[in-house]
């Protein structure tokens, strides 16, 4: 099974997509918007990498990536940054709606290159479940 893309993410997480870009012809990023009920998931190595901003709701959240669970409550103003190519199992209880914008290794890559100043072929970014960045969390609304 290859990697997954962002408008089949819903085959593996139901929901209700609130908004997306699909169509618009953007290049390297996409953007959607869910609301989901509580779940326990099964989430496939997803081909790109992912911000997810947390709109609306507020739920205890498991997620075990790379044999590890991490544990914090999520609500408005959280965020998630979540690595590509990865399978994860996620659960939470409550109702919520979140935003998930979506960046390809290409994209970042380069991005990772012009900061870095050199050729970047691969780029692995650390898995955080939970941070709280104004400026991320603005962007996603």
Known sequence: MGLCPPEDLPNWVPGRVLLASD???WKDVALRSYHYHGQ???VPAMRDFMLVGYQMGE???RRRFEGRWSRDRLGPGAASLLTRAQQ??????EPIDVTH????????ADVAGEALDC???DVRLADVLRTEDPMMSQAMR
């Open 23 to 25: 169509g618009l012809g």
């Open 59 to 61: 739920t205890p959240m």
């Open 40 to 42: 326990d998931v099964i």
């Open 101 to 108: 914008v979506y960046l390809s290794a290409a994209l970042v």
């Open 119 to 121: 050729h970047v072929s």
């Open 88 to 93: 994860a199992h996620w659960t939470w209880e």
